[in-house]
């Protein structure tokens, strides 16, 4: 018990400090993070990767800032494409982009690419370890601005793969050689019975990785 106190004593003096040292941080995590009254764990890997920075004055600014260009990725990649997507208002398409429009500049050209790479993505996350509830359990922290109605949210990415998934069925032959097709639904049972305006945790995951690819896409794309 000594033990354990004292080991979270070092990671308090290493994380309270005003200016972290990494070297000292990652001593410590090399025997693994203590769990206890204060959590550690979080923090301590969001330094490790970079994504606070060493000073400790410098990251609710930088916390602010990196909430602000993932409200902005949110905008440009789901949400936009989402609402054009979805509108109902009919417009002149031989005057603007439309669907069947082959130019690579085409906004539906690009929701297209996108969609290949979403039904990859939501096919892992669905069945992202089935033996723990957790992640089809729903989410604390949903989205708002993708899963409120009554904000314009469109279910976040969950209805785009829906509406981009054909139906299939299962084409089979009885005994007296009648053929019988049985239409395939996707199951449920991965939702968790989500209420309206909520998100599985599985959800949440697929959307960072959506955005996380599409913002590696998108900078690649200018360096070269």
């Not at 033990?3 to 003096?13: G, K, L």
């Not at 979403?118 to 089809?136: A, E, M, N, V």
């Not at 899963?147 to 299939?168: A, N």
Request: hydrophobic fraction near 35%; aromatic fraction near 8%; proline fraction near 5%.
């Amino acid at each position: 018990m000594n033990a354990i106190r004292t080991r979270i004593n070092d990671f308090a003096d290493v994380l309270e400090c005003p200016k972290i040292e990494l070297c000292r941080l990652r001593d410590k995590c090399f025997s693994g993070i203590p769990d206890g009254e204060r959590s550690f764990r979080p923090l301590s890997w969001m330094i490790l990767l970079n994504y606070l920075p060493l000073n400790r004055n410098e990251w609710e600014s930088e916390l602010c800032s990196s909430r602000h260009r993932y409200r902005q990725f949110i905008e440009e990649l789901i949400i936009k494409p989402g609402k054009h997507a979805y509108s109902t208002i009919r417009k002149d398409v031989t005057l603007e982009d439309h669907p069947l429009n082959p130019n690579p500049d085409s906004e539906w050209n690009a929701y297209f690419r996108d969609n290949e790479i979403l039904l990859q993505i939501d096919k892992d996350c669905r069945r992202l370890c089935p033996d723990i509830s957790f992640f089809q359990q729903p989410t604390i922290y949903p989205n708002r601005e993708l899963c409120d109605p009554q904000k314009g949210g469109f279910h976040g990415l969950r209805k785009r793969v829906e509406q981009t998934i054909l139906e299939s069925e299962t084409v089979s032959k009885n005994r007296i050689g009648i053929t019988n097709a049985t239409k395939r639904h996707r199951s449920d049972s991965e939702l968790f019975n989500l209420r309206e305006g909520e998100e599985a945790h599985w959800e949440v995951i697929e959307r960072i990785l959506f955005v996380l690819l599409n913002s590696i896409l998108v900078r690649d794309m200018f360096r070269e």
